[in-house]
Structure formats: structure tokens, C-alpha cells
């Protein structure tokens, strides 16, 4: 069951920019099924243990937080999505030319356990 904040947010996207969360949502819930998904810091936040992946709707796409250091290399392959301190900006163009593949390693990076 969706918390009616989180269902209120993603409502409210912008149309353009809905599948592009839809997509990165449903490779999240993939990733870590048993991730908790709240609402924090304004946007939706995927919580597996103490990891936190904030993804936020923005005018012109979607961006990802709380991924710095711990992204599985796609910053490496794709530094010009970068846009501060450790933010991903994923405008709907960009994300289509990424393959599925490498979302899931930087969400399994960002999600998984410190071991």
C-alpha cells in the first residue's frame, strides 16, 4: 500500500515525465522489493536498511539523489548527468539511450548494505 503523500507526488508529475519515473520506479521496486517507500525531503524515497534513494520529478525530467559514491559506475559512464553534489538529472531524452541495466546496477549500488 502507497503512503498519500507518495501517491499525491506522483499524481502530480508532469505527464512528459511520467514514464521515465515509472520507469526508474519499477526497476527500483525490481531491484530491492522490500524497499519502504515514503515520502522525505519533498519527493518519493526508496529505504532498504539505512540506504536512501531519493527520486524527485523536476521541470524537465527526473533526478536521483542520494547515489554520491555509490553508483555502481554510471557517473563514470555518464558524467554529464551530473548536476551537483551528488545529484543525477535525467531529462527523458537521456534516460531513453541508458539501458535498463545499468539503472539496476546504480540502484543496487546505491541501495545495498555497507558489508
Do not use: C
Not at 515520502?39 to 547515489?67: E, F, I, N
Request: charged residues 25%; without cysteine.
Amino acid at each position: 500500500m502507497v503512503d498519500a503523500a507518495v501517491r499525491d507526488y506522483v499524481e502530480a508529475i508532469p505527464a512528459e515525465n511520467r514514464p521515465l519515473f515509472d520507469r526508474i520506479h519499477r526497476i527500483i521496486t525490481a531491484e530491492h522489493p522490500d524497499a519502504q517507500l515514503t515520502l522525505s525531503y519533498d519527493m518519493p524515497t526508496y529505504q532498504v536498511g539505512k540506504r536512501r534513494l531519493y527520486v524527485g520529478s523536476w521541470q524537465h525530467g527526473v533526478s536521483l539523489y542520494g547515489a554520491a559514491g555509490r553508483d555502481g559506475g554510471f557517473l563514470t559512464r555518464h558524467p554529464e548527468l551530473l548536476a551537483g553534489k551528488g545529484t543525477i538529472k535525467l531529462r527523458p531524452e537521456a534516460a531513453a539511450a541508458i539501458d535498463d541495466s545499468e539503472f539496476r546496477d546504480l540502484v543496487r549500488a546505491a541501495l545495498s548494505p555497507d558489508e
